[in-house]
Every structure is written in C-alpha cells, then in structure tokens.
C-alpha cells in the first residue's frame, strides 16, 4: 500500500510501503530529494568485526564453570567437604557449557 500526500511548497517527503515480502519493490525506491542511504548489509567487513562475537563466545564458555567453581569452593569451606562442591560444579559448569555451545553454535 504506498500513501502519496502533497507536500507543501519546498518541503521534501517519502513515501513508505509496508510489506513483509523480501526483495519487493519497496526496498529498492528511493524518492526524489530523499539522501541516499548506504545498505550495512551488503558492504565488505574488516577483519576485526568479529572480534566482539569471539570475546562474547569465550566470557560465555569461561564463566559459568568458574563462577560454579568458586560456588563450590565456598560451599566447601563452609561446610568443611573436601573439594566435592568445587569438583561437582565445575563439571556440571563446563557441561552446560559443552551443551549450549552444541545448540547455539
């Protein structure tokens, strides 16, 4: 559905079409006067964008089993149990890690 107004006198518009379609035509017109917009999805990446992905994927595989790991310690000392605590949810940390990483990645 494309909606035209008049525009009063030196003043720009657009015109926006509202579809759910890809690659419909309303994606690829431009409007007269309207500035031409870059496309960030179709130009090239430097090698360090996907710096951010690695850091991420790395604090998410190293976190939980040592979080898990100093939960344990802790419970440990409190209770005064050998490293049973500390033992049990590191592995139950790097675990979970190996199963999110299987279904994320």
Do not use: N
């Not at 003043?11 to 579809?19: I, L, M, N």
């Not at 490293?83 to 990483?101: M, S």
């Amino acid at each position: 559905m494309t909606v035209q107004v008049d525009p009063p006198t030196g003043v720009r518009y657009f015109e926006k079409e509202f579809t759910s379609a890809p690659g419909s035509a309303a994606g690829r017109r431009h409007c007269e006067g309207a500035p031409q917009v870059e496309d960030r999805r179709r130009r090239t990446v430097p090698w360090q964008s996907g710096f951010g992905d690695g850091l991420s994927q790395a604090i998410d595989m190293i976190g939980p089993p040592v979080i898990l790991g100093l939960l344990g310690w802790f419970l440990d000392s409190r209770l005064g149990t050998s490293p049973i605590f500390l033992v049990g949810l590191a592995v139950l940390g790097v675990a979970g890690v190996f199963i999110k990483t299987y279904y994320e990645y």
